[in-house]
């Protein structure tokens, strides 16, 4: 049982440079999310979605651009990558009904020279 | 709206002693409240979650959380430390409904030592 995977799970890319981060879920899970996590500031939630074909920003949205075509993958664009966008990115899933928890993949790691 | 607050970003305890993380809330509606625990290169793993059946929550690996209104908290605890349990906790908050977010807390990093 897979549960999230997460591709890449390294890329250190060049300031202006675009790329799609990939995350897959095999648990029939209508919400997906993704968060970036910087020292000290825990995980912030970046997009999310609660079904095939919505998506809704989070608390830190700008740069980014998310899509959801398939129920059982999300997948977050950075279109012209800037240093600050440096950090891990997780993806999760959840249910999304009431007190489940979310389950998280094991990240991908971004540097942005 | 809701917010967690973690008191202490590390915390340090000697193998054996009680662990005592803390972490706060606020919310506007009932909420549903989590730990979660992150180990080295991995991603977040859940530990034990509160959603009003019982104030006293017992979670994996011997850890446990009391959720108490009148003082907004729920703290997590572990009567004696591993080693293995040297590891970053995050405390979540979610509205129990109209609201499909999680807001996590700023974390704790837990060191053990021997």
């Known amino acids: 049982n897979a549960g999230v995977t997460q591709t890449p799970k390294f890329r250190v890319l060049k300031t202006g440079q675009s790329m799609t981060l990939l995350c897959a879920q095999d648990?029939?899970?209508?919400?997906m999310y993704w968060y970036r996590q910087d020292p000290g500031m825990g995980l912030r939630l970046i997009h999310y979605?609660?079904?095939?074909?919505?998506?809704a920003k989070g608390e830190v949205p700008d740069g980014y651009n998310v899509s959801r075509l398939k129920k059982q993958n999300f997948l977050l664009g950075l279109e012209s990558a800037a240093p600050s966008q440096t950090s891990v990115y997780f993806c999760?899933?959840?249910?999304?009904?009431?007190?489940?928890?979310?389950?998280f993949g094991d990240g991908t790691r971004l540097s942005i020279l | 709206a809701q917010s967690v607050t973690q008191l202490g970003s590390h915390v340090s305890v000697s193998e054996g002693a009680l662990v005592l993380l803390r972490c706060n809330y606020s919310?506007?509606?009932?909420?549903?409240l989590f730990w979660y625990v992150q180990y080295p290169n991995q991603g977040l793993q859940l530990l034990l979650k509160?959603?009003?059946?019982?104030?006293l929550v017992k979670g994996i690996n011997g850890f446990e959380a009391e959720f108490k209104k009148s003082e907004t908290s729920f703290h997590l605890t572990k009567p004696s430390a591993h080693m293995s349990d040297a590891a970053e906790y995050f405390c979540?908050?979610?509205?129990?409904?109209?609201?499909?977010?999680?807001?996590f807390g700023t974390g704790t990093r837990l060191t053990i030592i021997p």
């Open positions: 509160y959603t009003s059946a019982a104030t």
């Open positions: 919310s506007s509606v009932p909420p549903y």
């Open positions: 979540a908050v979610r509205a129990s409904f109209g609201n499909e977010k999680l807001t």
């Open positions: 999760a899933s959840s249910p999304g009904q009431g007190s489940q928890p979310q389950h």
């Open positions: 648990m029939n899970h209508e919400y």
């Open positions: 979605s609660v079904g095939e074909g919505t998506t």
